[in-house]
């Protein structure tokens, strides 16, 4: 039993991932039900495959076992599945090994081929406009593309994430072919995100780039000052929510869908300031959403916005401030590892998660990210993972020595 139980610990158990997209064949829909099936057989065979160092993933796997009909029949946008498959996804990668995760990646990162004979055009392409060039503007396809019935911005967010993981093992391998195979993969998912018309995905893959590397150039530097680093990126980011969605704000008015966007999350903000102790616990569902929906509208639509577009907003209204704290204190603790771990052993696999790392929060930012696509939840979560593996932060001692 105990060898059957270590074979699970497999990092080819990761192929269920990309093999998950194959239940868009069988049923039309964004989440459909055998896509949910296969990752949660994933993420139960993952999970038992630890249950021998660690008994408490038995309790792991019964809420799993009780959140799958949830998932496939929700009752709403917002659920309480929406972060419990994401925790799930992320225990499940928490014990694997350094030597483990190169090899789950290459899997994860096979997706976007998986994906291929799935993707299908709807409305216009409007990241086409920064071609200057109008005869290979025209040649383009005009209509944005997604993954079946996954929304445009939910596609973009997985093709950005995966053309970062591409760019990571393509800095990380030895193995010129190997390399090269994922420079090809990692820039055919960028296209892919760019085909989508979401701007975040076009943008937000190449500034993860650029601070990854730029922390990576000066790794020591970062590594003794990881904590206070993190901590910094969590201000950054609350300066950039005030200075988006403030009323005063000249960045919630540039256009229509900013000022939209600005306005909802105000909705938001306000409706959960109101709630009285639901504060503190969330008021669940699509209360809030439903709410704000029927009170903000953009010009020339006839229904509301349905989510925060920012997921610690849509989180502080369904689960409550104690959850917002608690995942702000998780992402400022994996933030902090991550930057430590670039001087050591694990440097460049930490310089992979971080760039990863900054996307999926940049993204958090301007969209509900982790709302009713299982993929996408699942994959989030795993590769948060990546900053807990064994090795990835430096002792203090470590730390003290970098600084001498």
């Known amino acids: ?21 194959l239940g868009l064949a ?16 994933w993420c139960s065979l993952k999970l038992l495959g630890n249950l021998p160092g660690q008994p408490a993933y038995a309790v792991l796997i019964g809420v799993l076992a009780v959140s799958v009909g949830a998932v496939i029949h929700p009752v709403s946008v917002a659920a309480p599945t929406d972060l419990i498959l994401v925790l799930l996804a992320f225990a ?52 944005a593309l997604r993954i079946q019935k996954i929304t445009i911005n939910r596609s973009g967010y997985l093709y950005g994430l995966l053309a970062l993981v591409g760019y990571g093992l393509f800095r990380w391998e030895a193995r010129i072919w190997w390399s090269r195979g994922a420079a ?18 076009l943008l937000f893959p190449i500034l993860a780039v650029v601070v990854a590397e ?36 000249p960045l919630a008015n540039l256009n229509p869908s900013d000022a939209g966007r600005a306005r909802v999350a105000q909705c938001f903000v306000l409706r959960s300031l109101q709630a009285g102790p639901d504060l503190f616990t969330g008021q669940g569902y699509d209360r809030v959403s439903d709410y704000c929906a029927g009170k903000v509208f953009l010009p020339g639509y006839t229904t509301g916005i349905p989510h925060a577009h920012n997921v610690f907003l849509q ?90």
């Not at 820039?187 to 995905?201: E, W, Y």
């Not at 104690?322 to 310089?351: K, N």
């Not at 900054?358 to 982790?370: C, P, W, Y």
């Not at 939840?377 to 593996?389: C, D, E, P, S």
């Open 1 to 21: 039993m105990t060898g059957l139980l270590q074979r699970l610990a497999s990092p080819w158990l990761d192929l269920l991932l990309p093999l998950s997209l």
């Open 26 to 41: 069988w049923q039309r829909s964004g989440d459909p039900a055998g896509m949910i099936w296969i990752l949660a057989l």
């Open 92 to 143: 499940a990668g928490l014990r694997q090994s350094p030597a483990q995760w190169p090899l789950a990646l290459w899997i994860v990162l096979c997706t976007v081929v998986v994906s291929l004979p799935f993707v299908e055009f709807d409305r216009l392409n409007g990241n086409l406009d920064v071609i200057p060039w109008s005869a290979l503007r025209d040649r383009l396809p005009q209509e």
């Open 184 to 201: 090809l993969i990692g820039a055919l998912s960028f296209v892919l995100a760019f085909g989508t018309g979401s701007r975040a995905a």
């Open 214 to 249: 730029l922390c990576w150039q000066r790794r020591r530097w970062v590594a003794r000052h990881g904590r206070a680093l993190a901590a910094a990126v969590l201000a950054l980011c609350l300066v950039f929510n005030v200075a988006l969605y403030a009323p005063f704000s």
């Open 315 to 404: 989180v502080l209204a369904d689960q409550g401030l104690v959850s917002l704290v608690l995942l702000l204190i998780a992402l400022g603790l994996t933030f902090q590892r991550l930057f430590q771990g670039l001087a050591g052993d694990q440097g460049p696999l930490c310089r992979l998660a971080l760039a990863c790392a900054v996307f999926i929060l940049m993204s958090s930012l301007v969209e509900s990210t982790l709302l009713k696509t299982s993929l996408q939840q699942v994959i989030t979560g795993y590769i948060l993972a990546l900053a807990w593996m064994p090795g990835a932060a430096l002792l203090k001692a470590n730390v003290r020595t970098i600084a001498s």
